[in-house]
């Protein structure tokens, strides 16, 4: 049965066979590939729909390659080199012609104009044929331009023709969807190419200038004395940009905080931002004084106008704030607020040579010693006797406190080194007249802690008196305090512990040894006491071991 049995009948419900013999499904491929090149398959001629068969030669080819005789060339043989394929849109890819036309728009109801010319540049793509007209963007022009049409096949007539790179040429009207473009010139590119491909281009023609004011509209308002359209068209986007400091250490909490001041030339408006460090704590608002004319002089009939309430207008102020008032170096006062200037940029230093040569603006170094940058000491509380000085100042320098920072390198090198003393308590009360204690010395932390040797029939309960802790001498201040060390242990020496007075009467010798060992850090008048008391050469007393952990009592 034939591929074409069904072939005849409508295609409706009911008419519509299924093949039987039909064994492939697949869709067929539409793309060849010739030397790495995609190409569109061309269609096949053979017997029915499936297989695809090979392309047929016609009977003329057969015949004309029958009918020729090849030529035999005796001697050598020249082959001709065969150049590469390549095709059409990989060769013309990127190329593209360039034209530069006009058009002509009618403006309607305007007494100045009847039509308006706008220039354009027409771009063809010899890759497929497509082209795109693009008008160039004109600054403050008032009118929406840039892309007219999109990169497409331009239709040619109502039969469906395209436009081809042969249609176009200098000085003809190229009509797309009703608007003329007129041809006026082509860039070195396409006339090269047009020429080589056979092509006579004319002569190239001017693009016609329109004059706007051959019929001016007649003006019945007294021209003002400043023209402020063009103070826009020549001051646009000119800033004058200065680096000033703000005096806030008036207010609670107040200090000098860094910000840029910022003056449009194009209004005369001035606009002051922060500059916040990063971790600075603020919120993220940067504009400290929105962009506004600032007045710098009020018209005396106006001074008791409520300018808290409302806003001051141009009928209540006499002067307004200009360049010539911000001057490098100099403080400026703007909306009761007090700022100095210390420097600008490149372009406000060339302004001011250009317009103001007369004011000079050499920057000036940011005071570090004067009232304005003289920052307010931070005042620490005072101690309230809860934990040591060190923890409790933790509290002031952060909202979570953290532990403070110890020698680690010290506590291991004095780990479990105690310097013990022997003491008795300087009291007026004759009760405590027999009450004896050891005193202990930690090198590893500073620390200090006393223990009371317990007395028979004294009515007093012996054991721990003092828990380790840093003692400071009397007379030092919460600010720098200055704690008890090795060198102020003297025998004979009175140590006040919180209000109470020790009278050192005796050592251990390794308290001794290790002075000895550290003798550049000690007065010769603490060791002297100390060989004094424990006799040096003596077997009598009980010697502490290296590390000083078990001495037993000093010697009495």
Known sequence: MSGNWNNGLPFLPGYSFYDVTKSVFHRPQTLDYKNGYALPRRPTVGIGQDPLYSEQLIQQELSKLYSETPDITYGSFDQSVVEDFIPAHVALDKKVLRYYAYFQENILFSPEEECRTRPVVIYYYLEDDSMCIIEPVVENS??????????????????????????????????????????????????????????????????????????????????????????????????????????????????????????????????????????????????????????????????????????????????????????????????GRHFLLYDCDGFTKEYYQKNHPDIKMNPSEVPKNTDLLQEKKKKVPPYNGFGSLEDSLQNCFYLIPEPPKKNVLKMLENDHKVLRYCARLDSPNPGDEGRRFIMSYFLSNDMISIYEKPSRNSGIIGGLFLEKTRVPKPGSTLDNPDFYSPADFAIGATVEVFSRRFVLTDADHYVLRYLESNASQIPCQTLDSLRQKLGVGTTNNQPADQNGDDVGEPST
Not at 166 to 173: P, Q, R, V
Not at 300 to 318: G, H, I, K, R, W
């Open 142 to 335: 008032g009118m929406p331009q840039g892309k007219r049409i999109k990169r497409q096949c331009l239709p040619k007539n109502e039969r469906g023709d395209h436009y081809q790179w042969k249609d176009l040429n200098i000085g003809m009207d190229l009509e797309v969807y009703g608007v003329k473009y007129h041809i006026t010139l082509c860039d070195a590119f396409t006339k090269e190419f047009l020429e080589s491909e056979g092509i006579v281009l004319n002569d190239p023609e001017p693009m016609p200038c329109v004059n706007r004011d051959k019929n001016p509209r007649p003006s019945y308002i007294t021209p003002s004395k400043f023209d402020n359209k063009q103070q826009f068209l020549t001051m646009d986007r000119k800033v004058l940009r200065f680096f000033a400091l703000w005096d806030d250490a008036d207010s609670l909490f107040g200090e000098t905080r860094p910000v840029t001041m910022q003056y449009y030339l194009v209004d005369d408006t001035v606009e002051i931002r922060e500059i916040h460090k990063p971790n600075s704590g603020r919120d993220p608002f940067p504009v400290l004084m929105r962009r506004q004319k600032l007045p710098k002089k009020i018209k005396p009939e106006s001074e008791t106008f409520p300018s808290c309430v409302l806003e001051v207008s141009t009928a209540e102020v006499d002067e307004y704030y200009s360049p010539k008032d911000f001057q490098v170096g100099q403080r400026i006062t703007l909306l």
